[in-house]
Structures are given as C-alpha cells and as structure tokens.
C-alpha cells in the first residue's frame, strides 16, 4: 500500500485526533491535581531569611539565658546600693530559765548563753520567765569610698551582661542566617548532582546505541557506568549535607512544621550584595566582642579600686532601745506567777562603733596585688581582641572580595565547559576522540556547574561573616530582602 494513499491519510488523521485528545484529557488531570497543591502552596508561604532570623532573635534560649544573667547583673547592682542605707534590727524573747551566776571571764564563742546580774551565790534548778525586746540601728556615715567602689563593680558587671546579650544574640542571628543559607547551598549542590546523574545516563544511552550498533568498544559504556556510579555517590553526600543543613536551622525555629514550608531563594540565587560596605571604616571598639571585653577590664578595676578601700577604719553609727525582764532577785528569791513575762525595765544607749584590722594588712595586699595582675591580664586581652578583630574584618574582606570575583566567572566557567562537553561528544560520535575526552569534558560540567549554583550564595555568606564581625546584621538583612 502506498504511503499516500487515502487509507493511510484517514488513518494518521483519526490517529492524531486520538493522541491529541489524550494529552488534552491528559494535562486536564495533571492540572486537577495540582490545584490542590497550589492551593496548599498559597496557604503556606515560602520561609525567608528574615523569619528564620526574626524567629531565632525571640524564641532561641541562649538568648533567653543571656537576657536573665543581664537582669542578675541589674539586680546586684541595687542589692550593692542597700549598703548605703541604716541597717535596723529587732529582737523578741520569752525563756524559763534558771537564774545561776558564776563570776569570771569567757573567751567569746557562740556556744553557752550569757547572763547578766550579780553572783547570788546559788546553784539550784529552780528556774523563773524572763523576757527581752529592742531595736538596734546601725548606720555606716562614712567607709573612704569602699561602698561606691562595690557599686561600681557592680555596674561593670552589668555592663558586661548587656554586652554578653549583645553579642550572644549576634551569634544566634549570624548562625541562623548561616543554617538558611547553607541549607540553600546544600539543595543547589542536590539539584546540580541530580543534574549529573541525570546527564551521565543520557550519555549511557548514546554510547549503549553506538556500542550496540559495534561503532564503539563496550569498554566505552562500562566507563560511563562507572561515572554514573559516582555521581550517584555524589548525590547521596548532597542529600545527606541537605538533611543535616535542616537539621541545623530547625533548632532556630519555633515551629518544627516551618521547616517544610519552602525556602525563599529566588533573590539570594539571582543576585550578590553590592559593595558599598566592603570599604566602610571598621571600629572595633563598637562591636560586642569589644564592648563585653572592656567591661571585664572597668570590673576588675573596680574591684582592686574595693580592695585598696578595704584596709581603712570601719565606722558604725549605732542606737539601741531595749527593755529587760526578770523574775528574779538580785537577793536570790524568784517570783511567781507571770512576773518576767514582760519587759519592765528599759534603757537605751548610742555611740559610734570603730573597728581597725590591723593585721589584715598582709591579706590585703596579696588580694591587691592579685587582682592587679588580674587587672593587667584583662587589658592586654582587650588588645589582643582588638587585633584579632581587625584581623578577622581583614579575612571577611577579602574572602567577600574574592567570592563576588567567583560568581562573575562561574557562568562563564560553566558555559564553556557545556560548549565543550558539546564537542567533545560530537568528536567521539565521529570517532575523532576517546571516550576519556567525553568523561573529562562531562566532569567538567558537572564541577562547573556546581560551582556556579553555590557562587552568589557564597557572597552572601561572606557578607553575612563581614557583618557579624562588625556587630551589625541590618545591612545583611536590608540586602536579602
């Protein structure tokens, strides 16, 4: 029968009606049944860098410890001011006890309880009520600065908590920011094994058909296999970096349900920081790690400034107002009945209370010494900060530098290796080229197109380590939005 003929014309025609009925019913379906998907996609929207900083910045708890050891700090502070104020004490006492005196001297000791009143010259069990109440007020006018430096102390250590919550929410953001991002470079790095794996076996394929035709040796397919075989390999390390990249940024979030939600990449993918901030001035007085440092150095000042106050004359104001009873006599007789139960006879005293150690100097001066070299130790770490610093901010620099250098030669890099895997295959299709050119060429994709799937992310990652090491991630955050 001829190809021509009318038979054959109806036939392709029902046919082509066929198949185009198919793919119309066909992608109806596809469509269906996507439209939940899409309705579950809008219901959800993608997860941003933002969020995920916003998220670590509120819920994360070493945060939380940091913000509570601040008001600890807070707290001290007023508890070291209360050394200012008169100190005020009561007593109240009811006891049945015998009324035995014996004369001479104890050493002091808290151990038996003292009595007052003559020697009676008894030693009997005989015992009657006696009572006490008084008040004692005790006030310190003057201590030659000890009590400011305490205060002061305080206050450095205050400023020290607010530094640390500085910088341990800089370090929670920054590592937040992190976890996005690797897990960004990560699904790329997927994608472009995938790719790999994808490619190897459409190679597989043209060389299976060349081998079956006897154009090519099998040796050529069995190389590919083995090609195949790595870049599954390849992938299987990709997925396993994407899981524990999730891993990673799920402890910053939350809700663990965010994690499913889909990334939004489609600005850090498509473009790179500017570099307005790359030669800004760099203060690293400013940042947290200084500030928290020279907090340490004020506290320990403040504290040998407290010790150097602390072998000087202690003066207490006192006044007390006390009342006494007894059911005793000073003749011996005891009286019944509720006698002593209550105060009958009061008295009062004031006086100015002066104490001197005068041995402690040795101890003072060992503490000082002590916290002087404490003190000198803190301030070559502050240098030593400052220097690590500069020396970092110079790093971040330069590896920005570098990577925005990269992702401008990446899509060259991996045009030209696509150009010349083309070649390459078409050469060995010609018989012009060994199998290991196809190979190496098709390696090359590969590597090259990893590279500039990852590129920009790296800008952004040196960017964002550039920021942390200034103190500030606004800038970082304004750019990924």
Same mark, same amino acid.
């Not at 994407?242 to 889909?262: N, Y």
């Not at 790093?395 to 045009?415: D, E, F, G, V, W």
């Given at each position: ?39 579950? /996609? !809008? =219901? +959800? ?7 995920? $900083? %916003?998220?670590? @910045? ?94 002061? /102390? !305080? =206050? +450095? ?7 640390? $919550? %500085?910088?341990? @929410? ?94 939004? /990449? ?216």
């Amino acid at each position: 029968m001829k190809a021509n003929s009318p038979l054959i014309r109806d036939f392709r025609q029902i046919r082509g009606i066929g198949i185009g009925s198919f793919l119309v019913a066909s992608a109806s379906a596809v469509v269906l049944a996507q439209s939940p998907v899409a309705a579950t /996609s !809008a =219901a +959800a929207p993608d997860l941003t860098i933002a969020q995920v $900083v %916003q998220d670590a @910045q509120q819920n994360y708890p070493a945060i939380h410890v940091s913000e509570q050891e601040l008001n600890a700090a807070a707290a001290n502070i007023r508890l070291a001011r209360t050394s200012y104020l008169p100190r005020l004490d009561g007593i109240v006492e009811v006891n049945r006890a015998t009324r035995n005196n014996v004369f001479g001297t104890l050493l002091p000791q808290s151990i038996l309880p003292s009595m007052s009143g003559p020697v009676i010259g008894t030693n009997d069990a005989g015992s009657v009520w006696g009572s006490a109440t008084g008040l004692l007020v005790n006030w310190q006018p003057f201590d030659f600065g000890l009590r400011h430096a305490k205060v002061e /102390s !305080a =206050a +450095a250590a205050r400023d020290r908590a607010n530094a640390n $919550v %500085q910088r341990s @929410q800089l370090e929670v953001l920054s590592a937040a920011a992190d976890a996005f991002l690797t897990v960004l470079a990560a699904g790329q790095a997927q994608n472009a094994a995938q790719v790999a794996v994808e490619n190897w076996e459409t190679l597989r394929k043209s060389i299976d058909a060349l081998t079956t035709s006897e154009l090519r040796p099998g040796a050529d397919e069995s190389r590919i296999e083995a090609e195949k075989a790595a870049a599954n390999t390849q992938l299987a390390l990709a997925t396993e970096a994407v899981e524990i990249g999730q891993a990673t940024l799920s402890k910053f979030l939350s809700k663990p349900d965010d994690l499913a939600r889909p990334l939004n /990449s489609s600005h850090l993918l498509g473009e790179v920081p500017l570099g307005a901030e790359d030669d800004a001035a760099f203060h690293p007085e400013n940042t947290p790690t200084m500030l928290e440092q020279h907090a340490v150095v004020s506290q320990s000042a403040s504290e040998l400034h407290a010790t150097d106050r602390s072998w000087v004359p202690q003066f207490n104001l006192e006044a007390a107002g006390y009342g006494r009873g007894s059911g005793a006599e000073t003749s011996g007789q005891r009286l019944g009945g509720a006698n002593g139960l209550a105060p009958t006879v009061g008295n009062y005293a004031v006086g100015l209370h002066i104490t001197f150690g005068f041995l402690d100097f040795a101890n003072i001066h060992a503490r000082e010494a002590s916290q002087a070299a404490t003190l000198k130790a803190e301030q070559s770490r502050e240098t030593l900060v400052g220097r690590q610093l500069q020396e970092q901010f110079a790093q971040a620099r330069a590896a920005l530098r570098a990577t925005r250098s990269i992702a401008k030669n990446t899509p060259i890099q991996a045009a030209a290796a696509r150009t010349a895997l083309a070649q390459a295959t078409a050469r060995y299709k010609a018989g012009l080229t060994s199998i290991d050119d196809v190979a190496q060429a098709q390696r090359l994709v590969v590597q090259a197109e990893m590279d500039d799937s990852i590129a920009r992310l790296n800008v952004w990652r040196a960017f964002l380590q550039l920021q942390s090491i200034r103190g500030d991630l606004q800038p970082f955050l304004q750019a990924a939005q």
